[in-house]
């Protein structure tokens, strides 16, 4: 028994006997037609009737593609290479010029050196730091800024913690350069170098415009303490805070700027903004940022100010440390706890380890569940008095 297909690029039915096979060969003459013998059983011959129109097994199929021509595909008229059936080759497809390359690997790209490693870690007598990048941030948008022996006076430094939003952009320009204003302020009083809230405040507010004067987009909050004279001067904006540990207890020296605040919301909505609360809980400035105040956010500029508050302490015996951390830390420990963790790290035994504080504070937070970046800076107070 033999099977006669006939292939062509039409898709019905064709009555024309030149679309069948023949035992000479298996190409018809027609150039879009094309016919395959399918042998079975070793039968050396079509059927009896292979051009009839009747025939079941007459179908047309489109042309095939340009790659296969009538030389590739066997054809012969004895008996055995029919009974072997007709096979198809692919015709080779075009030969592929790949350029050498050089035999060796690229460097890898290095992070700028104003970038942040995934954790950060510093230590020096009277401070120390601990930063990890949060598992929500593609990259760590945290920063911090610690400065000692300012003008040559070992009792005198600025600390930071800069928490961004929107990338770490504002973060970055604010440890870079708020140090650097606040102190260029003060150089400037002449009456009262006791007041230092007015040259803090000008400091926070030369660092915004500066800022926004980049073009660049997002924000960072800001927690600052400056140490000078014997004085410990505390400034924030947003919810980056600061906690006193004196005696062991514990004592928020900032207060966060959300729009929870009573105070904040109505400074907003008397300005013609408007806060409300998201589906996941958090209140937000027009929808959209859950702190009020900051460095950067131009598009929000006019609700979210830069304008710190700020607060100074005499430094006595009583206080043992300072921690200045990021929202990360706090929205999962307590600033009770935080003093509890790090007291016996640093107080009252003969080698302190404020780092080793510092990095269980942060675990701690983890192990939480905390998914934000996660900045500490701990400042040993008794080194500056």
């Not at 080779?92 to 942040?116: E, H, T």
């Not at 600025?158 to 350069?177: L, S, Y």
């Not at 009573?262 to 907003?268: A, G, N, T």
């Not at 598009?299 to 009583?318: D, S």
Request: hydrophobic fraction near 35%; proline fraction near 6%; include cysteine.
């Amino acid at each position: 028994m033999s099977v006669s297909v006939a292939v062509s690029n039409s898709p019905g039915f064709s009555p024309s006997s030149s679309m069948f096979c023949n035992k000479t060969s298996i190409i018809s003459p027609a150039p879009e037609a094309l016919t395959l013998t399918l042998a079975h059983l070793n039968s050396s011959s079509c059927s009896s009737s292979p051009s009839s129109p009747s025939s079941p097994f007459r179908i047309r199929f489109p042309k095939p593609p340009s790659g296969l021509s009538a030389a590739a595909v066997a054809s012969t008229s004895s008996p055995s290479s029919a009974s072997s059936g007709a096979i198809l080759k692919r015709k080779r497809p075009a030969r592929l010029d790949i350029p050498l390359m050089p035999l060796s690997f690229a460097a890898p790209v290095m992070p700028s050196p104003s970038s942040f490693r995934e954790v950060v870690e510093a230590e020096r007598d009277g401070y120390s730091v601990y930063c990890k990048r949060g598992r929500r941030r593609v990259s760590m948008e945290d920063r911090y800024s610690a400065v000692v022996d300012l003008r040559g006076n070992s009792k005198e430094a600025f600390f930071g913690v800069f928490d961004g939003h929107g990338g770490a952009k504002a973060a970055e320009f604010a440890a870079n350069n708020l140090e650097k204003n606040i102190l260029n302020e003060i150089e400037t009083m002449a009456d009262n170098e006791t007041d230092f809230e007015e040259a803090i405040k000008h400091g926070y507010l030369t660092t915004d415009s500066e800022f926004l004067k980049e073009d660049q987009r997002g924000g960072s909050c800001c927690v600052t303490a400056l140490i000078k004279n014997g004085n410990l001067v505390v400034s924030n904006i947003g919810d980056c805070r600061a906690v006193l540990s004196s005696h062991g207890v514990a004592e928020a020296i900032t207060s966060d700027h959300r729009p929870s605040r009573e105070d904040e919301r109505q400074r907003i909505e008397s300005t013609g903004g408007y806060v409300d609360m998201c589906n996941n809980g958090v209140w937000r400035v027009q929808g959209s940022l859950a702190v009020t105040r900051g460095i950067g956010d131009a598009h929000l500029k006019r609700w979210v100010i830069a304008e710190p508050e700020t607060r100074a302490i005499r430094i006595e015996p009583r206080h043992e440390f300072l921690i200045l951390a990021s929202d990360g830390l706090w929205d999962t420990v307590s600033n009770q706890e935080a003093v509890e963790i790090a007291y016996p790290l640093c107080v009252g035994i003969e080698k302190a380890q404020p780092l080793v504080a510092c990095k269980k504070l942060v675990e701690l937070s983890i192990s939480r569940g905390s998914v934000d970046d996660i900045s500490v800076v701990l400042i040993q107070l008794p080194n500056f008095i």
